[in-house]
């Protein structure tokens, strides 16, 4: 774990906010090595907690932070406070602008098929300039999964996207790392959904009040069961306080 984290119920989140997030990720984008991004959230912190192997992952990323009005303020109540919450699906269209103007190639894997390929149309759209490298669906079986990294590998992309869900999306980068050819990895959850318009993010004024959650249970109430993890992480995070 790298010096100055700020650990949230074991898991540790870098002290950056956006720009220096960006700016940070920016400067290894053309490096050799993989370098795997994480950005989580209540939710991850929780799966981390009965999952060895994510808690591993997390504690080794290369850059972690915190997705979530939930991060920061648990930060805040132990005293130390992260700078701002850093959602994953701005990081994410912020690294494809900053991509655009640089001409860095952009690979985008997950989602159901056709959303990639989708949002890789909206996105070019929107950044002129834009290469992309490749699109893949997420749904692809186990046995076709060497030949998934392979056309990853072979595209070479300055920044990978994969949208498989959390955690299956770092555990896939973790295992795979340093096979893909791409400088940096992030896991970008339902993103994909989101650039390629099949999904909508909550209006600015609810993401200004923190209030995402509620905007994401109220336009997709299947979610409950795994939301239900906010109220068991708000719980751990004052029980642990007094002790
Ligand atoms: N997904 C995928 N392959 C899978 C499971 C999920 O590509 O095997 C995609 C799914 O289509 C969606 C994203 O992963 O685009 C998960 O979105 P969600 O908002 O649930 O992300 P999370 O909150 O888990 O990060």
Redesign the pocket.
Known sequence: MAAGRIEVLGVPFDPLGMEEAVKTIASWLEGEECHQIVTA?P?TVMKAGEDRELMAILREARLVVADGIGIVWAARRQGNPLPERVP?VELAERLVALAAQRGYRVYLL???PG?AAEAARCLEAKYPGLVIAGVQ???FSPEEEEGVVAAVAAARPHLLLV????P??EKWIYRHRQRLGAAVAI????S??VFAGR?CRAPGWMCRLGLEWLYRFLT?PQ?LF?MLALPRFAVKVLVQGRS
């Open positions: 959230n939710e994953g997950g989602g159901a959303v669906h997420g749904y949208g498989l869900g959390m299956k999306q896991g970008v959850g339902g994909l959904d999904v997709q979610r795994r």
